[in-house]
């Protein structure tokens, strides 16, 4: 139970007991809190001010299933506001097996520095000089990284894109199979990472301190049953090992929610070229993995390798919202295309949805016809380049859009939506406009309340209930990312018996009771602490507001806008 | 009366009917008047793995009558993000 502290201007790794404000919590709980006590809100992001913070969840490192989720922190040069972004892999799995419940990076190298930070087997960090692998793609880096500290570790590192601190670089972390392809894609905090001069992190995986248990037959007894919720859900232990998140192509774009060519319609006409079901037969007559393990101790393996005409490895894991950023957003029908853009924001350290929206917006902006999936191509390998326009691409469609001078732009505190159009499903746009994080889809998925249940049980055209549900779900997910539960792993928690299971595992581990009300408690922590940052950077409640294109373009073929007023998005946080 | 209906299946909903073509799917007859829950009873898909229904491209309720000729696409639940 330890800090590591890394001060890139000294140059000094020291170990440090966590302070008791700290103690019992993990992940966005603990990346959150940390920021907003310890960061100068108003400070430049790409400063030797600003923190970048690296906590696994509460539970990563225990026998529950699911649960190698990391949570990265820091202020955001995408947004100005705080993020947190949160990836799987096999990182978070490694730090908490050493005992590590954060990695806390401070200060900034020179700009010609370039480090990486090696942490052993016994939990030993240290860094080490990196100037060879300056300007190296993610790929070729942890190849190198790999040779010279083994196969068994787990890698954590940028791109060109971070390097070059644009603001929609990502941060990559390695796979089960030792690939850079799992992303904490959201908010720029690849740039961050860049401009403290810290190119990879490489943590052993064979630690064997993890955090000891009040109770840990109690843990395991409700670990086990879990594992067998999930399991047992249709969703996580049947669709999600065929088809992977790409399952909710074919039904979104049905609902006519699926943004299509920068958001100017609904539904893609592409749409069965490029969904789930076509994806897992090729990858299947190709001889590409479906049913792929992606992440430390996962048990849903909605991972997959997806492979050229020759059975050539083209990328993993192809993803809902990469295939709807690089597919539907900018009228690309071409499975082979997305995969190889997907490979490119993997290879180059780019989240894969603000960039595909950039180039939505270029193409809105009329630089390039919808559907080229040629110039994407081109374009995205001009970040690499380090070219002006790449780099305009690299910082993201509202860097895109000014510079095109155009409005027609899909973002919410500058960073862009994802792969559900609030119009069609109006407590996204809530979620939109109100979290912390900017357009984020993950911090309060509404989806199901709106469609599910044939139809479901809220009317998604209508402002009714639409704010509640969001705010639940906001607070909800705040404590399930604290955790560090994958997203998917969730159908273990949706009934009534499965939520238990949780509580019933935080006090294992503490040993103090926990309950319904102090998961609300947590979550809210959450919210509140991000919500303070952003007071203080700047953020007011005109900030949680949508584009004028969803209040003003009615969205084919519904033709909808987006209905959720001023003074109810003011509601959203009323606690 | 009957109404000719041309149903799609989609994510695993297709391990119910043996040989089902992805391509053309399926052409099934109802009563006229029929329903969407009717339909998924007659498909004899469990309930539970039907998560969204749509009729000729609009999402559908249960009590939503099928027209003739209708493109009815059934999809499985949905969950995540």
């Known amino acids: ?575 | 009366m009957t109404v000719q209906l041309t149903v799609k299946l989609y994510g695993t909903l297709d391990r119910w009917f043996p040989g089902y073509d992805p391509n053309t799917g399926c052409v099934v007859h109802m009563a006229a008047q029929s329903t969407v829950a009717d339909l998924i009873d007659h498909l004899g898909v469990p309930p539970r793995s039907v998560g969204i229904v749509s009729v000729n491209g609009r999402a559908a309720k249960k009590a939503d009558v099928l027209p003739d000729r209708a493109l009815v696409k059934v999809f499985h639940p949905i969950f995540g993000g």
């Open chain 1, 1 to 575: 139970m330890k800090f590591v502290r890394v001060d890139m201007s000294a140059k000094t790794v020291v170990d440090q007991t966590v302070p008791d404000a700290y103690r019992g919590i993990g992940g966005r709980a603990l990346t959150s809190s940390y920021i907003n006590d310890q960061v100068p809100a108003t400070c430049d992001p790409l400063g030797p001010d600003n923190v970048l913070i690296f906590a696994p969840g509460y539970f990563s490192g225990t026998p529950l299933v699911n649960t190698s989720r990391l949570s990265v922190g820091a202020k955001s040069p995408l947004t100005g506001g705080i993020k947190e972004s949160n990836v799987g892999g096999t990182v978070a799995a490694a730090l908490a097996h050493l005992g590590i419940t954060a990695l806390i990076v401070e200060g900034r190298a020179t700009a010609d520095e370039c480090w990486v930070l090696h942490i052993d087997a016994d939990g030993n960090a240290a860094l080490l000089d990196a100037m060879d692998h300056k300007g190296s793609r993610t790929y070729a880096l942890v190849e190198k990284l790999k040779a010279a500290h083994g196969e068994h570790s787990s890698i954590t590192c940028i791109g060109p894109a971070g390097e070059m601190q644009l603001a929609a670089a990502s941060i990559q972390t390695t796979d089960l199979d030792g690939r850079p392809c799992r992303a904490a894609g959201r908010g720029g905090l690849g740039a961050v990472m860049g401009a403290k001069g810290l190119k990879a992190i490489i943590v052993s995986r064979g630690g064997t301190s993890a955090d000891p248990m009040v109770d840990a037959e109690a843990f395991k007894a409700a670990a086990k049953e879990y594992a067998k919720a999930v399991k047992a859900d249709a969703f996580s232990g049947e669709i999600l090992p065929a088809l992977g998140s790409a399952c909710l192509v074919a039904p979104i774009n049905e609902a006519g929610a699926l943004p299509t060519r920068n958001a100017r319609e609904g539904q893609f006409e592409g749409a069965e070229q490029i969904s789930g079901e076509t994806m897992a037969r090729i990858i299947r007559e190709r001889g590409g993995k479906n049913v792929h393990k992606g992440c430390a101790q996962c048990i849903i393996d909605c991972s997959n390798e997806f492979v050229d005409p020759d059975g050539r490895y083209v990328t993993s894991s192809l993803e809902y919202e990469t295939i709807w950023s690089m597919g539907a957003m900018i009228g690309n029908s071409d499975l082979d295309a997305i995969a190889r853009l997907d490979f490119l924001c993997d290879d180059i350290g780019l989240d894969t949805i603000s960039t595909g929206v950039a180039l939505a917006v270029t193409m809105d902006a009329g630089y390039k016809p919808f559907g080229d999936a040629a110039a994407a191509i081109r374009m995205v390998e001009e970040v690499a380049a380090g070219s002006e326009f790449g780099k305009l691409i690299g910082n993201g469609p509202a860097a895109v859009g000014k510079h095109f001078n155009h409005h027609r732009v899909p973002v919410m505190k500058n960073q862009s939506m994802a792969a559900y159009d609030p119009r069609a499903i109006q407590g996204m746009a809530v979620t939109y406009a109100t979290s912390p994080m900017g357009g984020d889809h993950t911090a309060g998925w509404v989806v199901d309340q709106n469609l599910e249940a044939f139809g479901g049980t809220l009317d998604r055209f209508s402002a009714k209930g639409q704010v509640e549900a969001s705010r639940d779900t906001q607070i909800h997910m705040a404590a399930v990312d604290s955790v560090g539960i994958c997203d998917f792993a969730q159908t273990g928690l949706a009934t009534p018996e499965g939520i238990v299971t949780v509580y019933r595992m935080v006090a294992a581990k503490s040993g103090k009771p926990f309950s319904e009300n102090a998961w609300r408690e947590l979550g809210l922590r959450v919210l509140k602490a991000e919500r303070d940052f952003n007071r203080r950077a700047g953020f007011t409640p005109a900030d949680d507001r949508l584009p004028r294109m969803f209040y003003e373009e009615p969205l084919p073929p519904h033709n909808k806008v987006v209905i959720i007023s001023d003074a109810d998005m003011e509601k959203t946080f009323d606690f």
